[in-house]
Structure formats: C-alpha cells, structure tokens
C-alpha cells in the first residue's frame, strides 16, 4: 500500500543554516506529493506541493522537487529563520480519498 | 466561520465512557476527513466523506469508532466504550471536492484523554 516515510527528528539548527528534510514515498498510483507545516499551537497548514514528476513546489523560501526515479520528496531551505521553528510532515495522494502522512519532523531554529 | 471548527479541543473522560466530536468544515467543501494523530506517530486516517457518497471507512481501527455527516456539513465522530489507547488528538479537515492534488484545510484538533 501507499506510504511515507520522512527523516526522524528532532531537527536542531541555528538561524540561517540551510535545511533537508527527508521525504520518500511507496504509491502504487502516480501520486501527487505535499509537505504539510504545523506551527505551535496551529493547525496543519499546506506549505507546498508538486503534483508529477520533476514539478518542484515552493513556498516562502522552501522547496521541493517531486524524483520520481528516487521516489523521493525532500524539503529543503536555503536559510532557515526561527519563524520556521514547527513540526513538518510529508504526504502523499493518489485518490483524494485518503492522504497517507508521515510521522512529522521537528525543526527548532535557534538565534 | 473562516476555518475549519472542531469542538471540543480538549477531552477528558474515563475509560468505559463514550464520547463525540464535532468538525465544522469550511462552508461548500464537499469533502471532510477524520485523522488521528498520537504521540510519536504520523496521521492516521479514519474516514473519509465526499458529498452524498458512501463514506470511507477504510480506517476506523475498531466497530466502537463511527462518524456520521449530517446534510453534507457538520460530523460527529463517535467513540464507543472508549479505551486508554484511545488518547490522541483528533483532527477533522475539508476540501473543496476531495481531488487529489487539493489542499486540505485542517481544524486545531480535540485533544482527547482517556483516564
């Protein structure tokens, strides 16, 4: 079945480093790929998406580049700010019946 | 209301008892999920309604869990006999038509505590 696996955390990094967070995928279809961002105290929140191979998302200094070949999904930022500090999650859907997530990945950003 | 309502956002009940959440999606989204998210754990799918469509049910983990859209806008979710591993947040999102590439919306969740 489908599934998402994504790099463990938590993730810790100082202001400006650059980030990967690591997102593969198992989908018998050809899935569209999302990362999901959770603030503190907030909701889920889509950050990005890319709906076939070789699209890349983007969204406020992050992407991601949907490999087909290497079933994989990263997210990556160039330079991260302590805003970015939240809990990230990969996801996938072939169906719009069901979203599979992986299990998050805690980013704290210090100064 | 601007967002996706969920009620209550906290929990507490004693094992045995049964207790029922509420999701008020964003209104003209056809299309509401019901997640789980425990500690350490991704989110876990439950069910899934689309319109005037026979739910997915496909992830209710036990017959004491059921969910109900009543006139394609507000759900209950309802646990049954509620057990300890039964904790967890709760989390109801919508869309607007349940395509594949669409954005879900997502409600702050119930945190749910099971004594």
């Known amino acids: 079945g489908d599934s998402v696996t994504q790099m463990e955390g938590p993730v810790t990094l100082s202001e400006e480093a650059f980030l990967t967070i690591n997102c593969t995928y198992t989908?018998?279809?050809?899935?569209?790929l999302f990362w999901y961002v959770q603030y503190p105290g907030e909701g889920l929140q889509l950050l990005l998406k890319?709906?076939?191979?070789?699209d890349k998302g983007s969204n406020k200094g992050f992407e991601a580049t949907y490999r087909k070949e290497t079933t994989s999904f990263h997210l990556e930022k160039g330079s991260v700010q302590v805003s970015d500090s939240a809990v990230y999650f990969c996801a996938l859907s072939d169906t719009g019946n069901q979203f599979y997530f992986g299990t998050g990945t805690s980013l704290t950003v210090i100064p | 209301g601007a967002g996706v309502s969920q009620s209550p956002s906290n929990k507490v009940t004693e094992k045995g008892k049964d207790v029922e959440l509420r999701c008020d999606p964003i209104s003209g989204h056809t299309a509401l999920y019901w997640y789980r998210q425990s500690l350490g754990q991704g989110l876990e799918f439950l069910i899934y309604?689309?319109?005037?469509?026979?739910?997915?049910k496909s992830g209710l983990p036990s017959d004491r869990f059921s969910a109900e859209r009543t006139g394609g806008s507000v759900s209950t979710l309802t646990i049954q006999r509620t057990q300890q591993e039964d904790s967890a947040v709760y989390l109801c999102?919508?869309?607007?038509?349940?395509?594949?590439?669409?954005?879900?919306?997502f409600g702050s969740g119930t945190q749910l505590s099971v004594l």
């Open positions: 999102a919508s869309s607007l038509s349940g395509g594949v590439n669409e954005k879900l919306f």
């Open positions: 890319a709906t076939k191979a070789d």
């Open positions: 309604f689309q319109g005037n469509s026979a739910p997915d």
């Open positions: 989908a018998t279809g050809y899935p569209s």
